[in-house]
């Protein structure tokens, strides 16, 4: 370790330190550092970004609930971003931009709301940071948690490694030089010398995202989900960071009857989205700078929209998004609510023989998978977003899917969400129609009423739509894309934020609109005219991490349908909530901008200027009403799974075997419960 750190400090002694990374795919965290530390803080690109991220805030919905999140998050949210913000931006002796823009970036995370995160692709996942040994943390037969480097750590990192496992290899002390695959399924005793849980805990603590302290202990360890084109693993936050901080790791883990230390070094892999370059002027030409995408335009200015609608390049908040890249044509059509992330989805392979040995039924489609177990009476919908690449395709496969399963004779339905950070918030109430049926729970209804916030700028852009800003109803604040709280729909011209509801939060003054009610009915295509499967035969899995529309559809099946709901992998003692980032739509700094820009007020005072840097702001734009306390945002209501259920080295990240066994334990008449109340 010594060594490369000194062979990263050569180099920058004698030069540039990112023209000596440049065109690596591997380097060490330290070498890495130097490269994105070798730019001091330019005072106007500071000022800009801090600026807009404190206008943007104003549309933003939790801004003040976030600062003392109200209980069961008491202990978990207690963050001021304004009063941050003007900290950082009194802050005068940042060493480095690299320096500066972690405290942004740490500051946004402590929310705990995915939707709210602040990216900065000059820094986040240029490098990512990987070790060969994802961990995970398993019940054993007699009822003890441990932590163990994971069963299939070897596969997984050989297969996605290839070209630096040999690194590893070598890195081993004495006779253990290149048997990396030995350290597969080892107890963890230590790690850098402490109880292994304390590193989880240090983790959760900064990892953000999900407001249950759980959840985001769950986040350390390594987990599966279905993607878009097959079976993904998720290496956890142990090993894979979105910086390259950390030079090594040290291991203390059971080896033949005793604990022995194994210090295993990180490796910074360039980034599947970052840009080539071959030296400093090149790394920030390429990655730093705003881009056609990062602001937003004005839709009714043809020689602005043009030179964004003419190339085919992604945005780059899709780059954030959990879920898989849309079809441009169906994201202004179907608002969403899902989660962003510095890191992009992974594309590390499931490993093929923890993959479902047999075909999923031919109804499938992209991240909805259906299988029916060999007791040829429970089905499985394993459920990686709710967004795949064509919503019309997406809607029709669920509902032939679920139509399948049932014609096959399944009479009890699996839905796995794990890892499911949302998507198309119609799917969410489509989902919930097709399996309950017709209702006074679905229909008119199967989602959240809403609300957005309702400052002097939101104000003001529906006034001018209600001028006749928005001609070809594009905008989000135009009228005729809601309905009040009966559900009728707004008429043009009207300004359907009124009457505001004015509250005080965390002893501020604030103001939202009208409740709002739902935007998905009727749908597209013609729901059943019966439920396809009876609540109390449905069970809702994942490990915790189901956020935005994953949310409002575990939300809604649980609290008004009674649908069981199931956590894995949890740590006995911790609460475990079945979702996290509730929301209620979500969006971004630069979709705001275009509704600002296409009404024509960019120019005052209370509109964020244009971003200079390669800055992705994200934000919640609605939040739901609560079902247990129906005045109240259903983002700081409680969600406790039914079961806490123990993974083991038979079921861990292995689906099928972990469907057996909840299909086992979890349906049977004597419940198999961990989770206390």
Known sequence: MRVLLLTALFAVARGDPCAYIAGKKWVSPAEARACLNAFPVDPLVKENTIQVLNKTLAFHTSTYYQIQAPPPFENDIQEDLHADLARISAKEDYNSEFELHPDLFRAFKR????????INYCYDSLYVSYLPTPLVFLTQPDGQQNVFIAPEAFDVASAEFGDEIEFWQNA?????????????GAKVLLINGEDPFK???KNALITGSYQSFGTRQNSFFASYYRGDQGWLYNMGNFAQQVHPLTNSVEL???RNNSGEIDVLPYRSRFGSQSKNFTDSASYRANNCVATNYTNGYDLYDASTSSSVTSTSDPKPITYAQQQPRLNPSDIRRHPVNVLLDATPLTDIDLPQKMQPPNPALNESYSVAQFYLMNDNTTGVLALGSFSAPNFMVFQASLLAGLVELKARGARKLIVDVTNNGGGYICIAHWLHRIIIGPKRSTEPQAGLDSSTRAGPLAQLIVQKIKEGADPSKLLSYNPSQWTNASHVPFELGTDWLKPLRKLEINGHQDVFSQRLGQECQPFEVDPPDEGLF?????????????????SLFSITMSKREGVKTVVVGGKQGVPQQYCGTVGGQSTDF?????????????NHTLAPPDLLSNVVQGITWRLG???????????????PADINYPLTVETVNQPVALWEAIAKDVFRVSQFVVQSS
Not at 172 to 184: D, N, R, W
């Open 252 to 254: 203390t883990i059971m």
């Open 172 to 184: 081993l002390p004495g006779k253990l030089k290149g048997q990396l695959e030995s350290l597969s």
């Open 534 to 550: 009876e609540p109390e035969n449905v069970v809702i899995i994942s490990n915790g991490r189901c956020a935005s529309s994953c």
């Open 111 to 118: 929310v705990n709301d995915g939707h709210c995160v602040v």
């Open 590 to 602: 630069s979709t705001i901008d275009t509704e600002i820009k296409s009404t024509k007020l960019k």
């Open 199 to 201: 590193a989880v805990n």
């Open 625 to 639: 009403f609560g079902i247990d306390d129906k005045e109240e945002p259903e983002e700081w209501q409680d969600h």
